[in-house]
């Protein structure tokens, strides 16, 4: 799970846990100390689907975990690493070590603690990700927004279209085919015998007919045709409702992507950085590295990226 990391290290200060890693660091700021919390998601699957992001392609799996050398001061909350660096601020990376599938982005939550002595702008345009010397792309809180906006606007486009033609099919009137047969039969006898000409002749006979008929009616039922819309109205409306319940979600839940804010001395902030992860490593793990630069000074935080 990921960790609320904000919401810990502010109960760790103020408790002044003797065990942690994250307490020197702050011990001398706790009368000072305070948090811009942030409503972090559970995990990270969760974080990629919400934020419309989680692609999965293949069945392979890959996990975050502390990188080799630093095993020695990381520290443990609730089971999730966060690997510390101090330097003028101090800088801390936690991730959750449960394995996910590869090919789908990843999410690390960065947080700085600002112990210099003027405040500091801090956000994603601090921080830089890369893995074999190459950058790997970020993802803003904007350009996740613009994700989650465009995909529920294609599928209420997709849904309006179903629902036209539904509409139209629940518009047509019922088609019935009728079949019958008619018969007739006459029979006609006479005799002519004219009086005048030069032969005179004379005519009898019968007539006999036979027939058959079908046809093709069409019928409308008003009550059914409106009954058949109202349906499909309904229908419409639940899944756009359900559309635009699932954007909103998503939306409020990047309120756990890191922005830029202003930091006094005393207090820190974080958040998560998502990124679209190197290919999924061999049987040696690769290391990613998370580089913060703030205006006083510079970070490098190794995270290891296995199977």
Known sequence: MITQILHIIETVI????????????????????????????????FIALAAGTLILQGCSSVKFDVAEGDTNKATYVQGNPVVPSKNKTAAFVSFSPEAFPANQRGCLNVTLANTSKTPLNFGPENISVSCDGKQLKTFSYEALKREIQQRAAAAAIAMGMAAGMNAAAASMPSTTTTYGTSYGYGN?????????????????GNYNSFGSYSATSTTYNPAAAVSAQAAVNANSLQQMNMITA??????????????????????????????????????????????????????????AYRR
Request: aromatic share 12%.
């Open 188 to 204: 006609f006898s006479g005799t002519a015998n004219p009086t005048y000409g030069y032969n005179p002749w004379r005519y009898s």
């Open 14 to 45: 103020n408790r002044i846990h003797p065990q942690s890693a994250i307490q020197p660091y702050f011990a001398k700021q706790e009368e000072f100390f305070f948090v811009h919390k942030k409503s972090f998601l559970r995990n990270q699957k």
């Open 246 to 303: 699932n954007r909103n979600a998503s939306v409020a839940n990047l309120e756990s992507m890191l922005r830029t804010t202003t930091i006094p001395p005393g207090a820190a902030y974080g958040g998560n950085i998502v990124f679209k992860l190197p290919p999924a490593p061999g049987k040696s793990p690769k290391e990613i590295l998370i580089t913060i630069q703030t205006p006083v000074d510079a970070h490098q935080i190794k995270v």
